[in-house]
């Protein structure tokens, strides 16, 4: 059994190893004007490389060029560096079919083990705080990058690429780290409230 790391209060991510997935690829959404989910949540994950190394924590990228990255090696590799947390950025879509308008279009938090929730819920305040979308809540998911892991572990879906405005906003620096802010904060609220 895993117990909780110390933390100073004052820097609650000093120290900490905090795994970071660029979601994709294989794979991933498409948006209108044909930005790539892999190519946006590397751009977030690099903001949040930057965001996290600034407050102390050491940051595990587990993608880190265009080159796919098969979804079973991120958690062994987060294991095998003894990762504190891991945070798995992704951007949301839609089934084929689906009518955009009639679903909901904000942000949203994944998570499989239920000592990751705490994290979730964490991460979802922050990110719809910085991000300003609908807070489209956290929710239990069998997700292959959330289940394989006995740290804290959460797949965010901070805005949905296939909605027009907000894959403009995902072109624009300010809007990549808004949403590494958001998650920097949860991970800062979560490791804080932990007791060793």
């Not at 209060?9 to 997935?21: E, K, N, T, W, Y």
């Not at 294989?26 to 903001?47: D, F, K, S, V, Y």
């Not at 929730?117 to 922050?126: K, S, T």
Request: hydrophobic share 50%; glycine share 8%; with cysteine.
């Amino acid at each position: 059994m895993r117990h909780a790391p110390a933390v100073v209060a004052a820097a609650p991510l000093r120290g900490r190893l905090i795994a970071v997935d660029a979601g994709h690829p294989p794979g991933g959404a498409i948006g209108p004007t044909r930005l790539r989910e892999p190519e946006a949540t590397l751009a977030i994950a690099e903001q949040l490389k930057q965001l996290l190394e600034a407050r102390g924590a050491r940051v595990l990228m587990l993608r880190s060029t265009m080159d796919a990255v098969a979804l079973g090696a991120r958690p062994i590799k987060a294991r095998q560096e003894n990762a504190d947390a891991f945070v798995s950025i992704h951007l949301n879509a839609f089934a084929d079919g689906a009518n955009p308008y009639a679903i909901a279009r904000g942000t949203g938090t994944f998570f499989f083990h239920p000592q990751s929730e705490p994290l979730a819920r964490a991460v979802q305040a922050g990110m719809v705080r910085h991000l300003g979308l609908r807070d489209e809540g956290v929710w239990f998911n069998n997700l292959a990058v959330a289940r394989a892991t006995w740290f804290p572990s959460v797949l965010c879906e901070g805005a949905w690429v296939v909605m027009p405005e907000q894959e403009a906003a995902l072109r624009t620096t300010e809007f990549q780290r808004a949403y590494a802010m958001g998650v920097v904060e949860g991970l800062e609220h979560y490791f804080a409230g932990l007791r060793p």
